[in-house]
């Protein structure tokens, strides 16, 4: 690993199927530790920026670079190992089995012993989880699922998170939970984490520096504070007023 | 009572096979999401293969089996890479490949062995005779080496690192990649697995059955209504409904007499799925 701090850098990526531009010449990058929001109406791309971002989708154009590192086209797996980790919109764990062989299945599958230096128990405690340890995953309230499947991308040992969504389903009281994953993540892993989100209020508490996606372009980048004020941000959500 | 202990032990072993095949069978469907129709093929290619190996080329009779094994496993794992792989997301395309590999293989055979029963024998002849109680060793020793074939298959799934993916790969597959597992290694492995089972089932069983090229049709409405009957993908689903299969069409067929044996069985299967429409051990439906 170089000297510099670790970044991960979308270079003018694009996303097309068939004529159907998805996006077109987005560049940004996540620094290690930092925390970027992705933001935009619903069909922006967001989803589609992970999914070619975690390798499980191959850009039309551009490149994915970790460390200065291209790994545009390498496969979702081998992404993920290499320190990219996503978690998905819906819920991110094994269905069929108790909430213990979930945890034990994403340590053993990343070769760890215990998950004692992500400290992932201490996360359980404060989501409520240990004492549900041993019933079935899809038993749990939702919220409880979605917690436990953004704990288990711990396991992998993420440089950088790539999170699509994760308040989406939870209840208002729970969303703080969110908050204090992403803060584990940076604090004790020192990962960065890119967060696609609708929660307005969750982006501007946790996302120093955001992103806009609109119709596949980049329409404004930077802190929150200027870019929800900014006019044609307001009009992207909200549609132009007629006036 | 005498009658009743040695129709409930050919019903086990019974079982045990059926056990096998149909393990195969719902592994393949619980990980790659593939209707396999081509599994009784490689019942009969392993009972061609154990058969040219010991009576044509004079292989003794294990090492035939093991090698036929071998073979169906390595012919498994190519079959999925080269023709299913591509198209594994797409149900109809991986049932027609199937069907179609099933209908090449057995074509083939026609071919080069004829349309004939075979005369394999099982090496050991003879029963166990005890207190009236008859046993014939050939139905002992498929029990024997179907328990030990599961009870291996049963180690490797549930209690190896590869195993364990695999089951979190039939779970959620985008979940398990995106904790690093690798899909096109566990694929073809996973489809070896299933078919070496079939091609030792076959092996094993059709000295003592019949050997045919037709042989793989009933074995494989077999290993369905045995994996529907279990819960499509379930392993113990697999294994608990190959017993009752067995021991309904054992007991049937000497209380019944052999023509209503199936018949018992397809009621008492159609009454389980009145009840229980998932199947014993099944969960909802796959996710698509």
């Given at each position: 690993m170089?000297?510099a701090?670790?970044?991960?850098?979308?270079?003018?990526?694009?996303?097309?199927?068939?004529?159907?531009?998805?996006?077109?010449?987005?560049?940004?990058?996540?620094?290690?530790?930092?925390?970027?929001?992705?933001?935009?109406?619903?069909?922006?791309?967001?989803?589609?920026?992970?999914?070619?971002m975690?390798?499980?989708?191959?850009?039309?154009?551009?490149?994915i670079?970790?460390?200065?590192?291209?790994?545009?086209?390498?496969?979702?797996?081998?992404?993920?190992?290499?320190?990219?980790?996503?978690?998905?919109?819906?819920t991110?764990?094994?269905?069929?089995v108790?909430?213990?062989?979930?945890?034990?299945?994403?340590?053993?599958?990343?070769?760890?012993a215990d998950?004692?230096?992500?400290?992932?128990d201490?996360?359980?405690?404060?989501?409520?989880?240990?004492?549900?340890?041993?019933?079935?995953?899809?038993?749990?309230p939702?919220?409880?699922?979605k917690?436990?499947?953004?704990?288990?991308?711990?396991?992998?040992?993420?440089?950088f998170?790539?999170l699509?969504?994760?308040?989406?389903?939870?209840?208002?009281?729970?969303?703080?939970?969110?908050?204090?994953?992403?803060?584990?993540?940076?604090?004790?892993?020192?990962?960065?984490?890119?967060?696609?989100?609708?929660?307005?209020?969750?982006?501007k508490?946790?996302?120093?520096?955001?992103?806009?996606?609109?119709?596949?372009?980049?329409?404004?980048?930077?802190?929150?504070?200027d870019?929800?004020?900014?006019?044609?941000?307001?009009?992207?959500?909200?549609?132009?007023?007629?006036? | 009572?005498?009658?009743?202990?040695?129709?409930?032990?050919?019903?086990?072993?019974?079982?045990?096979?059926?056990?096998?095949?149909?393990?195969?069978?719902?592994?393949?469907?619980?990980?790659?999401?593939?209707?396999?129709?081509?599994h009784?093929?490689?019942?009969?290619?392993?009972?061609?293969?154990?058969?040219?190996?010991?009576?044509?080329?004079?292989?003794?009779?294990?090492?035939?089996?093991?090698?036929?094994?071998i073979?169906?496993?390595?012919?498994?794992?190519?079959?999925?890479?080269?023709l299913v792989?591509?198209?594994?997301?797409?149900?109809?395309?991986t049932?027609?490949?199937?069907l179609?590999?099933?209908?090449?293989?057995?074509?083939?055979?026609?071919?080069?062995?004829?349309?004939?029963?075979?005369?394999?024998?099982?090496?050991i002849?003879?029963?166990?005779?005890?207190?009236?109680?008859?046993?014939?060793?050939?139905?002992?020793?498929?029990?024997?080496v179907?328990?030990?074939a599961?009870a291996?298959?049963?180690?490797?799934?549930?209690?190896?690192?590869?195993?364990?993916?695999?089951?979190?790969?039939?779970d959620?597959?985008?979940?398990?990649?995106?904790?690093?597992?690798?899909?096109?290694?566990?694929f073809?492995?996973?489809?070896?697995?299933?078919?070496?089972?079939?091609?030792?089932?076959?092996?094993l069983?059709?000295?003592?059955l019949?050997?045919?090229?037709?042989?793989?049709?009933?074995?494989?409405?077999k290993a369905?209504?045995?994996v529907?009957l279990?819960?499509?993908?379930?392993?113990?689903?697999?294994?608990?409904?190959?017993?009752?299969?067995?021991?309904?069409?054992?007991?049937?067929?000497?209380?019944?007499g052999?023509?209503?044996?199936?018949?018992?069985?397809?009621?008492?299967?159609?009454?389980?799925?009145?009840?229980?429409?998932?199947?014993?051990?099944?969960?909802?439906?796959r996710?698509?």
């Amino acid at each position: 690993m170089s000297a510099a701090v670790s970044t991960l850098r979308v270079e003018r990526a694009s996303k097309r199927f068939g004529g159907l531009k998805v996006f077109e010449d987005v560049s940004f990058s996540v620094p290690a530790g930092g925390v970027m929001g992705v933001i935009g109406p619903n069909g922006a791309g967001k989803t589609t920026l992970i999914n070619v971002m975690c390798g499980m989708l191959t850009p039309t154009a551009g490149r994915i670079l970790l460390d200065g590192n291209d790994i545009t086209g390498r496969p979702f797996h081998a992404v993920s190992r290499a320190g990219v980790v996503r978690s998905f919109q819906q819920t991110n764990t094994f269905r069929s089995v108790s909430v213990e062989e979930n945890l034990y299945r994403a340590l053993k599958f990343n070769r760890l012993a215990d998950g004692e230096s992500l400290r992932m128990d201490d996360l359980l405690d404060e989501f409520g989880l240990t004492r549900h340890l041993a019933e079935p995953s899809d038993k749990l309230p939702y919220g409880h699922q979605k917690m436990l499947g953004l704990i288990m991308t711990l396991a992998a040992r993420p440089r950088f998170l790539l999170l699509d969504e994760p308040a989406a389903g939870l209840e208002r009281r729970e969303r703080s939970n969110i908050d204090r994953f992403v803060d584990h993540a940076r604090k004790v892993l020192g990962c960065g984490v890119l967060v696609v989100e609708h929660d307005m209020d969750l982006v501007k508490r946790i996302c120093p520096h955001i992103l806009v996606l609109e119709s596949g372009r980049t329409l404004a980048e930077g802190p929150p504070g200027d870019v929800l004020a900014r006019r044609d941000v307001i009009d992207a959500y909200l549609g132009t007023s007629a006036a | 009572m005498v009658t009743f202990v040695s129709a409930g032990v050919i019903g086990l072993s019974m079982g045990a096979q059926y056990a096998l095949i149909a393990i195969g069978f719902t592994l393949i469907f619980g990980i790659l999401g593939v209707v396999n129709f081509a599994h009784g093929g490689f019942y009969v290619l392993g009972g061609y293969l154990a058969f040219t190996l010991s009576h044509v080329l004079g292989v003794p009779f294990v090492a035939a089996i093991v090698l036929a094994t071998i073979a169906t496993a390595a012919i498994g794992y190519v079959v999925e890479i080269v023709l299913v792989e591509k198209y594994v997301v797409d149900h109809l395309a991986t049932m027609l490949i199937t069907l179609g590999f099933y209908q090449i293989l057995i074509t083939a055979i026609v071919v080069f062995y004829g349309a004939e029963p075979m005369d394999f024998s099982f090496p050991i002849t003879g029963s166990l005779r005890s207190g009236g109680i008859f046993v014939p060793y050939s139905n002992l020793i498929v029990f024997v080496v179907c328990g030990a074939a599961i009870a291996a298959v049963y180690w490797l799934v549930y209690r190896t690192r590869y195993g364990i993916a695999l089951r979190a790969m039939a779970d959620d597959g985008p979940v398990a990649r995106s904790q690093g597992i690798p899909p096109a290694t566990m694929f073809p492995m996973a489809f070896a697995i299933a078919t070496g089972l079939a091609g030792l089932t076959g092996a094993l069983v059709t000295p003592m059955l019949a050997l045919d090229p037709h042989v793989g049709e009933g074995v494989l409405l077999k290993a369905f209504v045995v994996v529907i009957l279990g819960g499509m993908g379930s392993i113990p689903g697999a294994m608990l409904a190959a017993f009752i299969v067995g021991l309904t069409e054992a007991y049937a067929s000497v209380y019944l007499g052999g023509s209503k044996g199936a018949l018992v069985l397809f009621v008492l299967v159609l009454v389980i799925l009145l009840v229980r429409p998932q199947g014993i051990f099944g969960t909802e439906a796959r996710k698509a």
